[in-house]
């Protein structure tokens, strides 16, 4: 380990201690997500269950609430509840990751934990280039670095980040965002029989590959996997424009469905389709843990959109990262379900029944507070329902239409309300909602439609209200939570 490493993780443990006042005594810390010590956390990196512990890792900027040269912080879990914060696992210490450690992967081969990352650099001219890097563990905490093993291809410009590997068929693949010199985001394949020597195969999707056209200049975070009989591309593309409903954050996540051919380097999709309909959704990634689940964390945070307005940079933190949730495929589309593990932090249960509200906003008894788990099963909604909670964001339906609607004051300017809208396809059925202390988790009809946003409402409301024009009949059942145990 070189001295600029040794002194890099030094000088993050003195911002860590040095504002750990300051950020745990905010009100808006959150009670069960995972959150920086200090200074800005954004993109889930390197998930795996290694020797029955699963290891989160994330970019970390402990140094400011910007973004800047990442490190890659570090937690471990038996069971999504109990977590320890381990030592950093990377940090841009060497020439070829000197202005970060950027996002990537991890796996295990020959019992050693694996990291794909991508280090980013500043040139002496100020031109960014970035390589996929790998970094090795014999025991899950302290990594070697084994340096750049894939360079820019010719064609494409030094936008080329966060590798995921994967293996198949007895071969490893990997799959890296990048844009060509046409300013187009891609998805490129590579394929290797050894985990350092790489054959690029090509564009295996992108904007204006397989009839979709032009999408976006760059895609990001590429994550390449089987559900069930389908192979899901999750990718975040930049660069597209609001259509309707769609595409109203600053970036977009979602995924294709379809079949994909490595060796003719094909992959036969459909319409993207986005994971979430919130504000806060970025960056997710999914790994096959040991029961099977395919299991994805997405960033709760959007770069570049209103990052600076949020309440908890004067108190020296921002973002976190969303619960962890386990896909489906129900044959059309992907479904999303929280883990059942998280259901080791409710305590007892609140429940009422056979609840009817007409042309009226009323409190149910007991229903309140925060952090909570809510499930709302309807029997009937004539015509629209509502959620007020803490008079800061509503959650609305609309029956006639199937509209869903998410609504909060604007961060920049708080005059103004802002609004987040989908179709639901079905009648609404079920709400599951996980509220903490600042965001919101909102799962619908068992996870066919998923709102996640941060909300920084007065610190004191603890209210939540239930609207309905003409009659919803639904009952409630609710669980105040104990939030993660962290070490």
Not at 152 to 176: A, C, H, I, M, Q
Not at 216 to 223: I, N, Q, S
Not at 409 to 422: A, G, I, L, Y
């Amino acid at each position: 380990m070189s001295n600029s490493d040794e002194q890099l993780r030094e000088a993050a443990a003195m911002e860590v201690e040095k504002h750990r006042a300051q950020v745990e005594g905010d009100p808006y810390r959150l009670s069960f997500h995972h959150m920086p010590p200090v200074g800005l956390l954004n993109d889930p990196n390197g998930l795996v269950q290694w020797r029955g512990e699963y290891h989160l890792f994330y970019q970390w900027m402990p140094f400011k609430t910007d973004h800047g040269e990442k490190f890659w912080g570090h937690y471990i879990s038996e069971d999504f509840v109990n977590w320890r914060h381990e030592r950093i696992a990377l940090a841009p210490s060497e020439w070829y990751d000197k202005d970060g450690c950027y996002s990537g992967s991890a796996l295990i081969h020959e019992d050693q934990l694996y990291l794909f990352y991508t280090g980013n650099v500043f040139n002496e001219d100020g031109e960014q280039e970035e390589y996929q890097c790998v970094a090795t563990s014999k025991d899950g905490i302290h990594f070697e670095k084994k340096g750049p093993v894939i360079h820019v291809p010719e064609g494409y410009t030094s936008n080329f980040r966060d590798p995921k590997v994967w293996k198949r068929g007895g071969k490893w693949y990997l799959v890296v965002g990048a844009q060509n010199q046409h300013e187009q985001g891609k998805v490129l394949l590579y394929r290797s029989s050894n985990l350092l020597d790489w054959e690029l195969l090509g564009p295996v999707a992108g904007s204006n590959e397989n009839r979709l056209g032009d999408f976006g200049y760059m895609w990001e975070c590429p994550d390449l996997f089987e559900l069930h009989d389908k192979d899901i591309l999750i990718v975040s593309p930049q660069g597209l424009d609001p259509d309707g409903m769609k595409y109203n954050n600053t970036y977009q996540s979602g995924y294709f469905a379809g079949q994909l051919t490595a060796e003719d380097c094909t992959l036969e999709h459909g319409a993207f389709h986005e994971l979430d309909r919130g504000f806060e959704f970025y960056a997710p990634q999914t790994f096959l843990d040991e029961k099977g689940r395919r299991i994805l964390y997405g960033w709760m945070g959007v770069p570049d959109q209103n990052e600076q307005s949020h309440p908890t940079v004067s108190r020296k933190w921002i973002h976190a990262l969303t619960i962890p949730r386990v896909l489906e495929w129900n044959g059309s589309q992907i479904l999303q379900q929280p883990v059942s593990e998280l259901a080791e932090m409710r305590e007892a249960v609140l429940l009422h029944s056979e609840i009817t509200i007409t042309n009226d906003q009323k409190a149910v008894r007991g229903v309140e507070g925060k952090p909570v788990e809510l499930r709302i099963e309807f029997e009937e909604v004539e015509d629209q329902f509502a959620l007020e909670i803490f008079h800061y964001v509503s959650f609305s339906y609309k029956k006639s239409d199937g509209v869903l609607t998410l609504s909060r004051p604007h961060f920049e300017d708080k005059s103004q309300t802002e609004f987040r809208r989908t179709v639901l396809q079905e009648d609404l059925k079920e709400l599951h909602l996980f509220i903490d202390h600042s965001s919101i988790e909102i799962f619908v009809n068992g996870g066919k439609e998923v709102f996640t946003s941060r909300i920084f409402p007065q610190t004191e409301d603890d209210d939540i209200l239930f609207t309905s024009l003409g009659t919803s009949t639904f009952s409630i059942e609710k669980w105040k939570l104990s939030g993660y145990n962290m070490m």
